[in-house]
């Protein structure tokens, strides 16, 4: 099946100052997918839309996320955190875990800069709806490009055609797992450098200051990695990456409601898995229950008449991001096409999360 391409644009890269192309390779370091049917998948939701929208129904902050060569079952050693103490006890606890993985393909070029657009809203939303909460913020990374020739291989100080790539980094072992946290986006359109984040993890925590200029950070994941990501998700809900020792140590939490927001211009026919082992990876992360999980998602609506990006006939259930959402009861679909930007997605996710959270009774 053909892909959708939302926006047409090259990739460019150098060596030694000289341009050069190259694909995405298949051989970069990943983590373990789990992709086992649960049964969670068996509820059903029924959807409503509005406008482009469907709607388909402590804190580790502590010690410091250097490097270490230590790991468990192939994921990099990320230490343990330690105890952050009382949270506020409302309904789940005021705990909520917050994944975003944000495709980083060619193709977000356009996206990216209505994405970048949102973070504010963003922010305001985290900052004035869930202000009392102990919250987990995790970028999950798409593109461990370290050392890829589509960056600069072996150039010299800088690369002309990404200037704002720094050369010569050395990278740490968990920058190239998919599915870990991000704290150093590299490529076209990345952050580029190391994001301070005072929890010392690879994801940010309650009490983080210059919250907008940190999740910018995180968030700003380039146009030089790859999409698929359902699987990244997967990859970032094991226990294996979570545990202690692993990349993402002490972020997944039995006691916290999920939040997944999950962005990409295209269909996802490439992830691991079908639309109902992933929906069944959200569930099998909170113990079975779906009610523990609110599901965002804002990729493109070509599946729909009536749809921003423009309908061109796809059958039903082509759709696998769609398809993904409808399976999850507690969900919201927005379109990528939205030149607004993305924030009213997030404000409309943000009432299902604070009911979920008040019904929400840990496993």
């Given at each position: 099946?053909?892909?959708?391409?939302?926006?047409?644009?090259?990739?460019?890269?150098?060596?030694?100052?000289?341009?050069?192309?190259?694909?995405?390779?298949?051989?970069?370091?990943?983590?373990?997918?789990?992709?086992?049917?649960?049964?969670?998948?068996e509820t059903t939701a029924s959807t409503t839309t509005s406008g482009a929208t469907g709607t388909g129904e402590d804190s580790a902050a502590g010690?410091?996320?250097?490097?270490?060569?230590?790991?468990?079952?192939?994921?990099?050693?990320?230490?343990?955190?330690?105890?952050?103490?009382?949270?506020?006890?409302?309904?789940?606890?005021?705990?909520?875990?917050?994944?975003?993985?944000?495709?980083?393909?060619?193709?977000?070029e356009v996206a990216q800069g209505w994405l970048k657009s949102s973070f504010p809203g963003f922010i305001g939303t985290l900052e004035s709806e869930f202000a009392e909460f102990d919250y987990h913020i995790l970028s999950a990374n798409t593109s461990p490009l370290w050392g890829h020739p589509v960056l600069c291989a072996n150039c010299e100080d800088?690369?002309?055609?990404?200037?704002?790539?720094?050369?010569?980094?050395?990278?740490?072992?968990?920058?190239?797992v998919r599915g870990a946290g991000v704290t150093y986006p590299i490529g076209e359109h990345a952050s580029n450098k190391r994001?301070?984040?005072?929890?010392?993890?690879?994801?940010?925590?309650?009490?983080?200051?210059?919250?907008?200029?940190?999740?910018?950070?995180?968030?700003?994941?380039?146009?030089?990695?790859?999409?698929?990501?359902?699987?990244?998700?997967?990859?970032?809900?094991?226990?294996?990456i979570n545990e202690p020792g692993g990349c993402d140590a002490g972020f997944?939490?039995?006691?916290?409601?999920?939040?997944?927001?999950a962005i990409q211009d295209t269909w996802d026919e490439f992830s691991a898995g079908t639309p109902q082992d992933w929906a069944d990876a959200l569930v099998e992360a909170k113990g079975g229950d779906a009610d523990a999980v609110v599901l965002l998602v804002i990729t493109n609506d070509i599946d729909d008449p009536d749809g921003l990006c423009g309908y061109i006939g796809v059958?039903?259930?082509?759709?696998?991001?769609?398809?993904?959402?409808?399976?999850?009861?507690?969900?919201?679909?927005?379109?990528?096409?939205?030149?607004?930007?993305?924030?009213?997605?997030?404000?409309?996710?943000a009432a299902k999360i604070k009911t979920q959270c008040d019904v929400f009774v840990p496993q």
């Amino acid at each position: 099946m053909r892909r959708f391409v939302l926006a047409a644009a090259a990739v460019l890269a150098c060596n030694n100052g000289s341009g050069q192309g190259s694909g995405f390779s298949t051989s970069i370091t990943t983590a373990p997918v789990g992709t086992s049917t649960t049964g969670g998948g068996e509820t059903t939701a029924s959807t409503t839309t509005s406008g482009a929208t469907g709607t388909g129904e402590d804190s580790a902050a502590g010690s410091s996320a250097e490097s270490s060569s230590s790991s468990v079952g192939g994921i990099p050693d990320g230490g343990v955190p330690p105890d952050g103490g009382d949270k506020p006890p409302a309904g789940c606890k005021g705990k909520i875990d917050f994944v975003f993985t944000i495709s980083s393909a060619w193709t977000m070029e356009v996206a990216q800069g209505w994405l970048k657009s949102s973070f504010p809203g963003f922010i305001g939303t985290l900052e004035s709806e869930f202000a009392e909460f102990d919250y987990h913020i995790l970028s999950a990374n798409t593109s461990p490009l370290w050392g890829h020739p589509v960056l600069c291989a072996n150039c010299e100080d800088f690369c002309p055609e990404v200037p704002e790539y720094p050369c010569g980094v050395k990278p740490e072992p968990c920058d190239t797992v998919r599915g870990a946290g991000v704290t150093y986006p590299i490529g076209e359109h990345a952050s580029n450098k190391r994001c301070d984040l005072a929890s010392g993890r690879r994801y940010i925590t309650a009490g983080q200051p210059e919250l907008e200029d940190a999740f910018t950070c995180i968030a700003s994941v380039g146009v030089n990695g790859a999409d698929n990501v359902a699987e990244v998700t997967m990859n970032a809900l094991t226990e294996e990456i979570n545990e202690p020792g692993g990349c993402d140590a002490g972020f997944l939490r039995e006691d916290a409601l999920l939040v997944v927001v999950a962005i990409q211009d295209t269909w996802d026919e490439f992830s691991a898995g079908t639309p109902q082992d992933w929906a069944d990876a959200l569930v099998e992360a909170k113990g079975g229950d779906a009610d523990a999980v609110v599901l965002l998602v804002i990729t493109n609506d070509i599946d729909d008449p009536d749809g921003l990006c423009g309908y061109i006939g796809v059958p039903p259930g082509y759709h696998e991001l769609r398809t993904w959402t409808e399976l999850m009861p507690h969900s919201v679909f927005g379109s990528i096409c939205n030149e607004a930007g993305y924030a009213s997605y997030f404000a409309e996710a943000a009432a299902k999360i604070k009911t979920q959270c008040d019904v929400f009774v840990p496993q």
